[in-house]
């Protein structure tokens, strides 16, 4: 007898606008990503994620997008919240930031974030980021996500 856990290739965006999480689903969509989820705001986001990474029938996220921007400090808030509960449970966080110095991406990443996306106004460069994204997700899945 085998146990079988599924996980679903499904990214969790957490982003505290509405219009812009619309816009960035869509985008991925459109790029080749296999399920979005709206986790909502912060808060929200914090509740979802404690209730399905503790779940062990749940299916998780194969990666979490990270997109706040409530103020400038948002996302690495969330990223100091969430470490130790996504490095748990190996699933990476990318952060989407406005162009930012290369303190501020150390900063990120020491606190958790696989990868950091500058997130831009125009839309061919927006949808590059998108791409890469989705293809972040793809050479970050977990082995038993595809059935090795």
Known sequence: MSNYVNYASFVALIDDDEH???????????QGAHGVQSYGDANQALVRLK?????????????????L??????NLEFLDTIGQLTCQHGVPVVVLAPQQT?????????????????RHAER????????????FVTLSQRPE???M
């Open 102 to 118: 290369e303190q501020c991406r150390q900063a990120l990443l020491a606190n958790g974030a696989a990868a950091v996306f500058v």
């Open 69 to 74: 921007k409530e103020h400038s400090g948002a």
């Open 20 to 30: 812009s999480a619309h816009l960035l689903t869509r985008t991925l969509v459109d």
């Open 124 to 135: 061919d460069a927006y949808r590059r980021v998108a791409a890469d994204i989705v293809e």
């Open 145 to 147: 996500a595809v059935g």
């Open 51 to 67: 209730a399905v990474l503790s779940d062990v029938t749940a299916a998780w996220p194969a990666l979490i997008i990270l997109d």
